[in-house]
């Protein structure tokens, strides 16, 4: 039985970990080949490892997404590579560190977590669209947060990132609804990956954030996974500027 996503090529960035990597092993599973892109060269390698000794296609492009001329060679580099570009799941992210009131934070770290999160996720999407168009075809999905649904104290920048990648997938979606395109995102709640582990190594933390969730438990990054592929493959063909929340409930309350 064929996958999901038999025959396409995808575009995974953020791939050397956590939620990037779980989208890129489900990716290969359902039959896509895949261009892992991320700073982290060692963990991007892993992961196509993990691809290729299953059988799958997968190649590693290290790039910095705040960059546009290193997002725009990423892409030329997936076409070159693969020939097309029909799934892409803009995923590179940072939390931005420690907390601090919105009157105390730090502008070197604003202008950081807005640049990585939401400048970077245009970046991909400004040389993505053009590739399929060209091809008349192509799904894209973005990594918001609840955050992006939300407000968070301590979290300034990046829950103002993270709305802007809800609204600026919104946008895109409309922008291209009617030229094969589809744009949707996805928000996770708390998800057990290496940007999460100092808080959820802490018990007291840990047993918190717990008890806040509907179900009892935090998140793993295959239970992303399978949404972000699910809305890029055929099955979501009606599905365009959705936000799809992925959180055992947590916004829900």
């Known amino acids: 039985m064929p996958g999901r996503v038999a025959g396409k090529v995808a575009l995974v960035t953020g791939g050397a970990s956590g939620i990037g990597r779980a989208t890129a092993l489900t990716f290969a599973r359902e039959g896509a080949k895949l261009v892992i892109a991320d700073m982290n060269e060692d963990g991007g390698q892993q992961t196509v490892h993990m691809i290729t000794e299953k059988g799958g296609e997968a190649t590693f492009v290290q790039v910095d ?3 546009a001329s290193a997002v725009e060679a990423l892409i030329s580099k997936t076409v070159q ?3 097309r570009l029909d799934c892409a799941h803009n995923n590179a992210g ?3 560190g420690g907390r601090a009131l919105t009157a105390e934070y730090a502008e070197d770290t604003w202008h950081q977590v807005i640049a990585v999160n939401l400048t970077g996720v245009w970046f991909c999407m400004k040389y993505e669209i053009p590739q399929m168009l060209s091809q008349g075809s192509g799904a894209i999905v973005n990594t918001a947060s609840v955050a992006g649904l939300i407000g968070g104290r301590g979290l300034a920048a990046y829950v103002a990132s993270k709305h802007g990648v809800v609204g600026l997938t919104k946008t ?3 922008e291209y609804a009617q030229q094969g395109i589809r744009v949707n995102c996805v928000c ?3 998800i057990h990956t290496p940007m999460t582990e100092r808080s959820l190594s802490n018990p007291e933390r840990r047993t918190r954030i717990i008890a806040s969730e509907p179900m009892g438990r935090v998140g793993t990054p295959e239970e992303i996974a399978e949404a972000v592929v699910w809305l890029c493959s055929d099955a979501a063909s009606f599905v365009t500027g959705h936000t799809m929340t992925v ?3 947590y916004v829900a309350q």
């Open 65 to 67: 997404v705040t960059s």
């Open 81 to 83: 590579t693969y020939g």
């Open 94 to 96: 940072i939390s931005g």
């Open 172 to 174: 895109a979606a409309l």
């Open 188 to 190: 996770p709640g708390v």
């Open 247 to 249: 959180d055992g409930g």
